[in-house]
């Protein structure tokens, strides 16, 4: 029986407060409807042409906008276990479709690692007991995300001016973080604040 690897990669959302997933494939099921879509797909593909999943890998990008070079370390520590099964590393194919979600840097460090990838086309899938549809639930990713962008002056210029209002009052850089993130003026990646990436925002 051929032997696969289902990995499951999505981007963070910063305006959703979702910047950190778990390495536990069930807990970041839990945590990304997108890797609970990808597992979904995967294990019917496996099931349907007759494949063992050995293994299943999870990984949250770093930039919420594009695939990056730092998925090499997620597939470094899948490296040795699919050489010793001889498995195909399974990928959702998200790029097939009005190019999704391309992610060069997966398929280039995959083929530096030596591993075998089989694209997998995302058709709709039941989960939560409910068919998924990939489709509208990108578009709509992809219109929020725009709003988010489009709104970083404003949320820059709110905390910039708040942050300035406590520097003034005599609070440290990182008491002055820590209020920005206690009342809900994030920074412009939607991250936390902290003292360090505060005080670049001020001296910029």
Same mark, same amino acid.
């Given at each position: 029986?051929?032997?696969?690897? %289902?990995?499951?990669?999505?981007?963070?959302?910063?305006?959703? $407060?979702?910047?950190?997933?778990?390495?536990?494939?069930?807990?970041?099921?839990?945590?990304?409807?997108?890797?609970?879509?990808?597992?979904?797909?995967?294990?019917?593909?496996?099931? @349907?042409? %007759?494949?063992?999943?050995?293994?299943?890998? /999870?990984?949250?990008?770093?930039?919420?906008?594009? $695939?990056?070079?730092? /998925?090499?370390?997620?597939?470094?520590?899948?490296?040795?276990?699919?050489?010793?099964?001889?498995?195909?590393?399974?990928?959702?194919?998200?790029?097939?479709?009005?190019?999704?979600?391309?992610?060069?840097?997966?398929?280039?460090?995959?083929?530096?690692? $030596?591993?075998?990838?089989?694209?997998?086309?995302?058709?709709? /899938?039941?989960?939560? $007991?409910?068919?998924?549809?990939?489709? *509208?639930?990108?578009?709509?990713?992809?219109?929020?995300?725009?709003?988010?962008?489009?709104?970083?002056?404003?949320?820059?210029?709110?905390? /910039?001016?708040?942050?300035?209002?406590?520097?003034?009052? %005599?609070?440290?850089?990182?008491?002055?973080?820590? @209020?920005?993130?206690?009342?809900?003026?994030?920074? *412009?990646? %939607?991250?936390?604040?902290?003292?360090?990436?505060?005080?670049?925002?001020?001296?910029?």
């Amino acid at each position: 029986m051929k032997k696969a690897i %289902g990995f499951y990669w999505t981007l963070p959302v910063p305006w959703a $407060g979702f910047t950190k997933l778990s390495t536990n494939v069930d807990e970041a099921a839990a945590q990304s409807r997108t890797i609970r879509y990808q597992r979904a797909l995967i294990r019917r593909h496996t099931k @349907t042409n %007759g494949m063992e999943l050995v293994h299943e890998a /999870v990984f949250l990008e770093i930039s919420s906008d594009r $695939g990056s070079d730092a /998925v090499k370390e997620a597939l470094q520590d899948i490296s040795a276990l699919a050489g010793a099964n001889q498995a195909t590393v399974l990928v959702v194919d998200f790029a097939a479709v009005q190019n999704w979600r391309s992610h060069k840097p997966l398929r280039d460090e995959a083929r530096h690692f $030596g591993l075998t990838l089989e694209m997998v086309y995302p058709d709709e /899938v039941m989960i939560d $007991g409910k068919p998924f549809d990939p489709a *509208p639930h990108f578009e709509d990713w992809r219109r929020r995300q725009a709003e988010w962008s489009a709104d970083k002056p404003v949320r820059l210029a709110a905390a /910039v001016s708040r942050a300035t209002e406590l520097r003034f009052s %005599g609070a440290s850089l990182a008491k002055t973080a820590a @209020t920005l993130n206690a009342e809900g003026l994030p920074s *412009p990646t %939607g991250r936390p604040w902290t003292a360090d990436n505060l005080r670049k925002v001020l001296a910029s």
